[in-house]
T-cell receptor, first 112, second 115 residues
Framework: DQQVKQNSPSLSVQEGRISILNCDYT??????FLWYKKYPAEGPTFLIS?????DKNEDGRFTVFLNKSAKHLSLHIVPSQPGDSAVYFC???????????FGKGTKLSVIP | KAGVTQTPRYLIKTRGQQVTLSCSPI?????VSWYQQTPGQGLQFLFE???????NKGNFPGRFSGRQFSNSRSEMNVSTLELGDSALYLC??????????????FGEGSRLTVL
């Protein structure tokens, strides 16, 4: 039973346009959400996070939106750059949980 | 500040053998987690240690085990290797002491190939 789902395995976007990566979760106990970026042959690196008490968090070109009623979050990258090409993982955790639950990832390709 | 260091980076084993992977967390971090990444899958949680105690364990068979030392360094061991154990094994450290897992800092991983 996949508790964190990223339904789009891949996404292609033109440089300068907006990239929108989506993530859905099923566990109502999740209250903290994170996005990680992973390049080949490297470990994932933390990008941005959001607590369930917020519905938006922004950091430079990256914004994460959380819709608790729909159990949905999205990562917006504006403007997209070729260096953003990577696999993006959505992750979630709940209070008292000592693990992150990850989605399967979305491979973003930003085309120059 | 040095990042999370994992050794070895690459290794090849044959079925039935065992393997030990090592992880040195970021200095001052007392929580160490292990994840397995296989093609087409997300990162699957193996276990998490804090101050030498396993606080959480994922749904993996008993062939997968781990431990943490007093200096926070951690090892994981896989015995009786199977072809399906071929994966990237990622270690992550966190300063989070209690309540939950927050932001994790990952190493570059140990790529295990089982022939």
């Amino acid at each position: 039973d996949q508790q964190v789902k990223q339904n789009s395995p891949s996404l292609s976007v033109q440089e300068g346009r907006i990239s929108i990566l989506n993530c859905d979760y099923t566990n109502s106990m999740f209250d903290y959400f994170l996005w990680y970026k992973k390049y080949p042959a490297e470990g994932p690196t933390f990008l941005i996070s959001i607590s369930s008490i917020k519905d938006k968090n922004e950091d430079g070109r990256f914004t994460v939106f959380l819709n608790k009623s729909a159990k949905h979050l999205s990562l917006h990258i504006v403007p997209s750059q070729p260096g953003d090409s990577a696999v993006y993982f959505c992750a979630a955790s709940g209070a008292g949980s000592y693990q992150l639950t990850f989605g399967k990832g979305t491979k973003l390709s930003v085309i120059p | 500040k040095a990042g999370v260091t994992q050794t070895p980076r690459y290794l090849i084993k044959t079925r039935g053998q065992q393997v030990t992977l090592s992880c040195s967390p970021i200095s001052g971090h007392r929580s160490v987690s292990w994840y397995q990444q296989t093609p087409g899958q997300g990162l699957q949680f193996l276990f998490e240690y804090f101050s030498e105690t396993q606080r959480n364990k994922g749904n993996f068979p008993g062939r997968f085990s781990g431990r943490q030392f007093s200096n926070s360094r951690s090892e994981m061991n896989v015995s009786t290797l199977e072809l399906g154990d071929s994966a990237l094994y990622l270690c992550a450290s966190s300063s989070s002491g209690g309540g939950r897992t927050g932001e994790l800092f990952f190493g570059e991983g140990s790529r295990l190939t089982v022939l």
